[in-house]
């Protein structure tokens, strides 16, 4: 069974909205294509959207940071040092070393709400 859909997008549920919208125009180097103050924020990447909003109060319990949560973004970089670099500068330092794969190199960083980035560059 199937169904119909247009497309898809990821989104992120946080109680600090604006300190994951913050972190993600760093990393992305753009500003949110929609963006509503405190209440929602979507990025536009060429193959990705990428939607942060924020609970409404009586649910906000369900969506509070989790320590390495089970979402993992992979983001595909063309210099993994200076991605690496960047992070670091930003507080968000990664927290093993370069993992060595056929697939090529990727090591792993968490954003502000311990949702796991996976920094990956292709052989």
Not at 14 to 42: H, M, R
């Amino acid at each position: 069974m199937s169904f119909e859909h247009q497309d898809a997008f990821l989104t992120l549920a946080s109680t600090q909205l604006e300190t994951l919208v913050q972190f993600y125009q760093q990393l992305f180097n753009q500003e949110p294509k929609f963006y509503s103050p405190g209440k929602f924020a979507e990025f536009q990447l060429a193959s990705l959207r990428l939607a942060i909003f924020a609970p409404k109060p009586d649910h906000q319990a369900e969506f509070g940071p989790t320590a390495k949560g089970a979402m993992s973004l992979c983001l595909e970089v063309d210099d993994l040092e200076r991605a690496i670099a960047h992070l670091q500068i930003w507080g968000y330092p990664a927290t093993n070393k370069i993992s060595e794969a056929s697939h090529g190199r990727e090591i792993y960083a968490y954003d502000p709400d311990g949702n796991r980035l996976i920094l990956h560059q292709s052989r």
